[in-house]
């Protein structure tokens, strides 16, 4: 099956930082990427749903402002965590749709982050 | 708003029984279901899939049923094994882009 690479998998970082998470596609052209966030022993939360080449449509209540997305390549989406405190802190993962590929969305392993 | 849902939070099997989690949804409109795995620290893992001009799909020890007129569905996993110990999450997608997901049901099974 196809393939969607995280990175980093896990980080951790001082309050008032911002971190950079990687989305990537490894072996087919993903034209929509979605971002979750996840807390523990809860379901995954939609925060946005990335084009290539557009801006990213944010669900209601995610502050755009925050949580930066940005969808420069049919492989690669980021997600910048903007000015990160530890109420950030939580389980991120992305999932990669094509259009080659029917309806079947594709999962990261997720990235974990900790604000200290 | 629209949901999917699922009914019990929980489950725990005995290893080799068989193993049913429940997904409601309330959108008429869905028309493309997946159930995934998740074991802990890990992202969702693709299980099976079943459109809505299906009722049902089999894959290996998985079933997935999918009941329009309640708007409900099911995953079956025969002869549960402890490596199927994990969350399991229905999402379904009325929207042709986006998905929604359930709330998730952690099946432990005990040897």
């Known amino acids: 099956g196809a393939v969607v690479s995280q990175h980093p998998s896990w980080v951790i970082c001082k309050s008032g930082t911002s971190v950079k998470i990687e989305c990537r596609s490894l072996?087919?052209?993903?034209?929509?990427m979605f971002w979750y966030r996840q807390f523990p022993k809860q379901s995954l939360m939609l925060m946005a749903t990335s084009n290539e080449g557009s801006k990213a449509t944010y669900e209601q209540g995610v502050e755009k402002d925050k949580f930066l997305i940005n969808h420069a390549s049919l492989t690669l989406s980021t997600l910048t965590v903007t000015s990160a405190h530890p109420e950030d802190s939580s389980f991120y993962i992305c999932?990669?749709?094509?259009?080659?590929?029917?309806?079947?969305?594709?999962f990261g392993e997720g990235s974990r982050l900790t604000v200290l | 708003g629209e949901s999917v849902g699922l009914h019990l939070p929980t489950l725990s099997v005995q290893e080799g029984d068989n193993s049913i989690i429940n997904c409601a949804y309330s959108n008429s409109a869905s028309d493309y279901f997946i159930w995934y795995k998740q074991e802990s620290g890990k992202g969702p893992q693709f299980i099976i899939d079943i459109r809505s001009n299906m009722d049902k799909r089999q894959g290996q020890r998985v079933t997935v049923l999918l009941n329009k007129t309640v708007k409900h569905l099911s995953l079956q996993i025969a002869a549960t094994q402890p490596g199927d110990s994990a969350v399991y999450f229905c999402?379904?997608?009325?929207?042709?882009?986006?998905?929604?997901f359930g709330t998730g049901t952690s099946l432990t099974v005990i040897p």
């Open positions: 999402a379904g997608t009325w929207s042709g882009n986006q998905f929604y």
């Open positions: 072996d087919f052209q993903a034209t929509t």
């Open positions: 999932s990669a749709k094509g259009s080659a590929l029917g309806g079947e969305l594709f």
